[in-house]
Structures are given as structure tokens and as C-alpha cells.
């Protein structure tokens, strides 16, 4: 089993900027294997990928809506996954997600991944 806990998410103004961290729990989680990924929903959509990482080689993925904006990272030495969000934009606002899966095929499908956090929210005002 594998636990994710979400903290960091809360309101913010247009432009502004947010940190989002994800700890990782559970002696299940193999870094050789597993993917990390953030995903969002906001009220009436789908759930969708932001962004990725391979957690052993560290290789990235990114929605188009937030490249240049969104930088996710993970520290091997604490389980932690980051994703720091620069020049927030109202549609930005959603619930967001930590999630796992191993062997991940493809990282936008959310099908694929086996462990969810309990969501944070993210609010942009304008």
C-alpha cells in the first residue's frame, strides 16, 4: 500500500504564485518503477494531468495550459514530490492531486495510476 498526502494548495491572486508538496508513504512504492503525477479537476470538468515524473530518472511531463508556468520535482531522499506554479491563471483553479502508479504506459491516463492523495484545492481570484 501507498499513502499520498497533499498540503500547500489555498487562494491566490492572478499572477501569483503556489507550491504544492505530496509525501509519500508505504515501503510498496518501488522508485525504480513508479511514476508521480499531479492531476486536477476543477467543478464540472475532467480530471487531467498537469504534470508528471518519472521518479527514477526523473523525465518530465507537462500539460501544454501549464508549461513554462508549472516546474514539478521530487527528493529521492524524503519522498517528496513538488510542483511549484508561477503566474497563476483563473482557470488554474481546481482541486489538485498527487498520484502513483508502476509501469505507467501513459501518464495522462489516470486510469493507470493505483494510489490518489485526498486532493488539495487551488483557488485563483481575479
Known amino acids: 500500500q501507498v499513502r499520498l498526502v497533499e498540503s500547500g494548495g489555498g487562494l491566490v491572486q492572478v499572477g501569483g504564485s503556489l507550491s504544492l508538496n505530496c509525501e509519500v508513504f508505504g515501503r510498496t512504492f518501488n522508485r525504480y518503477r513508479n511514476t508521480v503525477g499531479w492531476f486536477r479537476q476543477a467543478p464540472g470538468k475532467e480530471r487531467e494531468l498537469v504534470a508528471s515524473i518519472t521518479w527514477y530518472s526523473g523525465t518530465t511531463t507537462y500539460a501544454d495550459s501549464v508549461k513554462g508556468r508549472f516546474t514539478i520535482s521530487r527528493d529521492n531522499t524524503k519522498l517528496t514530490l513538488d510542483q511549484q506554479m508561477n503566474s497563476l491563471k483563473p482557470e488554474d483553479t481546481a482541486v489538485y492531486f498527487c498520484?502513483?502508479?508502476?509501469?505507467?504506459?501513459?501518464?495522462?491516463?489516470?486510469?493507470?495510476?493505483?494510489?490518489w492523495g485526498q486532493g488539495t484545492q487551488v483557488t485563483v481570484s481575479s
Open positions: 498520484a502513483t502508479g508502476g509501469d505507467i504506459d501513459s501518464t495522462i491516463d489516470d486510469s493507470e495510476y493505483d494510489y
